[in-house]
Nanobody, 118 residues
Framework: QVQLVESGGGLVQAGGSLRLSCAVSGSIFSISTMGWYRQTPGKQRELVAT???????NYADSVKGRFTISRDNAKNTVYLQMNSLKPEDTAVYYC????????????WGKGTLVTVSS
């Protein structure tokens, strides 16, 4: 059973920083692509960043240069370091594990709320 648990969300002022963590249970973490997505009310969930098992990264244009995704395979954890936060970064952030390339499935965490005040 694969479970993803996000943590690290909260309230921060514009210009501040937060680090999100996503701890994953199960043995497929190291061979999976991990991602962070976000969603605001009334909008579709959108990609924030992904990191492959080879540590190749991809970012949404809106967060390039401000956010950094990383992974620790020894801890089965993926991180999202968010700097220079803006009010428009306010959203529920979801962790995602994609193991479809190795015959597995797509998994989601329950999300963590990030609120950036102006």
């Amino acid at each position: 059973q694969v479970q993803l648990v996000e943590s690290g969300g909260g309230l921060v002022q514009a210009g501040g920083s937060l680090r999100l963590s996503c701890a994953v249970s199960g043995s497929i973490f190291s061979i999976s692509t991990m991602g962070w997505y976000r969603q605001t009310p009334g909008k579709q969930r959108e990609l924030v960043a992904t990191i492959t098992k080879f540590r190749n990264t991809n970012y949404a244009d809106s967060v390039k240069g401000r956010f950094t995704i990383s992974r620790d395979n020894a801890k089965n954890t993926v991180y999202l370091q968010m700097n220079s936060l803006k009010p428009e970064d306010t959203a529920v952030y979801y962790c995602n594990l994609d193991s479809r390339s190795v015959g597995g499935m797509l998994y989601w965490g329950k999300g963590t709320l990030v609120t950036v005040s102006s």
